[in-house]
């Protein structure tokens, strides 16, 4: 019989962890601003990138898998520091796709875009291992995320195929 300790919710931990991605959300929305969703419209798009307010509804969708698997982290792990290296990649991971945002939108550099979007997908995959350290529900709810981070890497990286000086 495997017995499974029960923590309580690290409350301050739940609270971190929801804080910054809602900070992480409107910093971003504040780098696509009118001009960048115009540049963005200008591209010309190849086979399978969808419109943008596809794009802007997807990622807020594929954060909340996110959040809610940092936050069974934290539950399961009972505290902060007990969890700190899945939240650390968590963290990291939201920091990341901020300066993609930064690099894509803010200065419409495809290129940039590309390389931080293969790093933002590693850090996926070491996030998800370490997240199953702690519950493999909360790794397994990030499947949907890294579909979407395959796919963002796909649409970054033909868009910068096809739009050569973008």
């Not at 009118?34 to 990622?59: F, H, I, Q, R």
């Not at 070491?126 to 395959?150: C, K, N």
């Amino acid at each position: 019989m495997v017995v499974v300790r029960e923590y309580p919710f690290p409350w301050a931990s739940g609270v971190l962890v929801v804080a910054s991605a809602l900070v992480a959300c409107g910093l971003g929305l504040m780098v696509v601003g009118g001009g960048s969703l115009d540049w963005y419209a200008s591209l010309a798009k190849p086979p399978l990138v969808p419109s943008g307010p596809a794009v802007m509804t997807a990622w807020p969708v594929a954060l909340i898998t996110v959040v809610a698997g940092a936050l069974m982290v934290s539950k399961a792990a009972g505290s902060f520091r007990a969890a700190s290296s899945a939240l650390g990649l968590y963290f990291m991971l939201l920091g990341l796709g901020m300066v993609w945002n930064l690099a894509f939108f803010g200065l419409e550099d495809t290129g940039l875009a590309f390389c931080i979007m293969a790093s933002l997908l590693l850090m996926a995959f070491a996030m998800v291992r370490e997240f199953d350290r702690h519950s493999r529900t909360a790794a397994l709810i990030q499947l949907p995320y890294l579909g979407w981070l395959l796919f963002a890497s796909y649409m970054t990286a033909s868009l910068w195929g096809v739009n050569p000086g973008a």
